[in-house]
């Protein structure tokens, strides 16, 4: 079993900065993209951010500029840096990685609980 826990989240002022981080933990083998998406009320869940194993990125036009991923493959961790934060960006975020569990099984997406964010003042 893996299990990914987010941390991090919290309320913000508007031009504020957060950093979520995401831990994957358990059976792992080895774990190709980590992502970063987001789900505001009533929306659907959006990109943010991927990154790959190999340190490839890429950004949902909304934030880039303002968000960056980056990943710790020692820790099988992701992160992510948000700055310049706006209220639009208020939502809960989610982590996923995939993965593979053992040398030749097949690999598995898995997600994280969530983690809120808000952006008032």
């Known amino acids: 079993q893996v299990q990914l826990v987010e941390s991090g989240g919290g309320l913000v002022q508007p031009g504020g900065s957060l950093r979520l981080s995401c831990a994957a933990s358990?059976?792992?083998?080895?774990?190709?993209?980590m992502g970063w998406y987001c789900q505001a009320p009533g929306k659907e869940r959006e990109l943010v951010a991927t990154?790959?194993?190999?340190?490839?990125?890429k950004y949902a036009d909304p934030v880039k500029g303002r968000f960056t991923i980056s990943r710790d493959n020692a820790k099988n961790t992701v992160y992510l840096q948000m700055n310049s934060l706006k209220p639009e960006d208020t939502a809960v975020y989610y982590c996923?990685?995939?993965?593979?569990?053992?040398?030749?099984?097949?690999?598995?997406?898995?997600w994280g609980q969530g983690t809120q964010v808000t952006v008032s003042s």
């Open positions: 990154i790959t194993s190999g340190g490839s990125t």
């Open positions: 996923n990685a995939d993965v593979l569990p053992h040398y030749g099984s097949n690999w598995f997406k898995y």
């Open positions: 358990g059976s792992i083998f080895s774990i190709n993209a």
